[in-house]
């Protein structure tokens, strides 16, 4: 279908509510979290995991990085 300019609606821009802010948010952490988890970061990944709000999150963010520990050396990478 092709639509003329004028009559197209305006291009979506997600983070206009604070509910999409924290979804943004949520998700450049989640990204920053990986790359740590990637380049053996233990700390930073851990320290940046305390910002999450959320045990049961927390948790899954762990197992899907696959980080196990606390973060005050007791962390290790599992391959």
């Not at 300019?5 to 949520?26: C, F, L, M, N």
Request: aromatic share 6%.
């Amino acid at each position: 279908m092709n639509i003329s300019r004028k009559e197209r609606a305006s291009w979506y821009i997600p983070g206009k509510t604070p509910v999409e802010q924290q979804h943004i948010d949520e998700h450049e952490t989640l990204q920053q979290l990986q790359r740590h988890a990637l380049n053996g970061k233990h700390d930073e990944f851990f320290e940046l995991l305390e910002t999450i709000p959320g045990s049961d999150k927390k948790r899954d963010i762990v197992i899907m990085c696959n980080m196990h520990g606390s973060g005050n050396g007791e962390h290790k990478h599992q391959n």
